[in-house]
């Protein structure tokens, strides 16, 4: 397996935390297309090919865990 580009990497990072590839873009101030571009390279390197997959990976690779504390909130 390729290493992900940073960019990639970011990407990814977004998606997998709910983000649209609209929002990510917006975000990123690239387009959509290479948004989606470095998606579709991404998960082409972990040899994925639906979004369900991406996710599960991630979730099995431990990307994915407990949302961040909100510094709002008290204890």
Do not use: C, W
């Amino acid at each position: 397996m390729r290493q992900l580009t940073m960019r990639e990497a970011e990407v990814v990072r977004l998606f997998i935390a709910g983000q649209s590839i609209n929002e990510i873009a917006a975000q990123l101030h690239r387009s959509k297309q290479t948004v989606s571009a470095q998606k579709m390279s991404a998960m082409r390197k972990f040899g994925i090919e639906r979004d369900v997959d991406l996710f599960r990976y991630a979730h099995e690779m431990g990307l994915v865990g407990a949302p961040a504390p909100d510094p709002t909130q008290k204890n």
